[in-house]
């Protein structure tokens, strides 16, 4: 199975601020790679996916890059809102796995 | 609306069984692969199995596979997820979502239905 890391595992920042946040294949997954948002007791949304491809209705202030094996998800100005977990998914190939989360909080 | 509802969870003893459904509204759900996730209390994402649009084929997460069945019926609009030898490590909020065409990507999750494994 391919894995999944992303960094960092927390991070605190302020609204207005630009996150990066990063994720990377333990093999070349070219560009098949998702980004999800999570907050508690909810299920994930979807924001990006092939690698940089915002889904419909997700603010542009959310922006992904990459291909092979490291990948980010870019946060241009944070929002209230955009406190959450995150975390990266690849479909290249079966089983499909994902990132062990990025928790996002306030400072 | 588009939507997913699951149904099903509850406690269970280890070594029993357990039947989820996913009910589908507002979209075609004969047109979409459909996929199992779960949540353990506190933790990460794991996407358990997949399902073709017409049942045809199916891939499991090698953590369930020969004790998990992931189903649907087409005409009911449903999905569903047979559990059997349930452990305490299966334990988790169980999501069924959607897949975006062509790819293995979910745009549409139901809320989560809570499984506890437990004596």
């Known amino acids: 199975a391919i894995r999944m890391t992303q960094s960092p595992s927390s991070l605190s920042a302020s609204t207005g601020d630009r996150v990066t946040i990063t994720c990377r294949a333990s093999q070349g997954i070219n560009s098949y790679l998702a980004w999800y948002q999570q907050k508690p007791g909810k299920a994930p949304k979807l924001l990006i996916y092939a690698a940089s491809t915002l889904h419909s209705g997700v603010p542009s202030r959310f922006s992904g890059s990459g291909s092979g094996t490291d990948f980010t998800l870019t946060i241009s100005c944070l929002q209230s809102e955009d406190f959450a977990t995150y975390y990266c998914q690849q479909y290249y190939s079966y089983p499909i796995t994902y990132g062990q989360g990025t928790r996002l909080e306030i400072k | 609306e588009v939507q997913l509802v699951e149904s099903g969870g509850g406690l269970v003893q280890p070594g029993g069984s357990l039947r989820l459904s996913c009910a589908a509204s507002?979209?075609?759900?004969?047109?979409?692969?459909m996929s199992w996730v779960r949540q353990a209390p506190g933790k990460g994402l794991e996407w358990l199995a997949n399902?073709?649009?017409?049942?045809?084929?199916?891939y499991y997460v090698d953590s369930v596979k020969g004790r998990f069945t992931i189903s649907r019926d087409n005409a009911k609009n449903s999905l569903y997820l047979q559990m059997n030898s349930l452990r305490a490590e299966d334990t988790a909020v169980y999501y069924c979502?959607?897949?975006?065409?062509?790819?293995?990507?979910?745009?549409?999750w139901g809320q989560g239905t809570m499984v506890t494994v437990s004596s």
């Open positions: 979502a959607r897949s975006l065409p062509g790819k293995n990507v979910f745009d549409i």
């Open positions: 399902i073709k649009l017409d049942g045809s084929e199916k």
């Open positions: 507002g979209f075609t759900f004969s047109s979409s692969w």
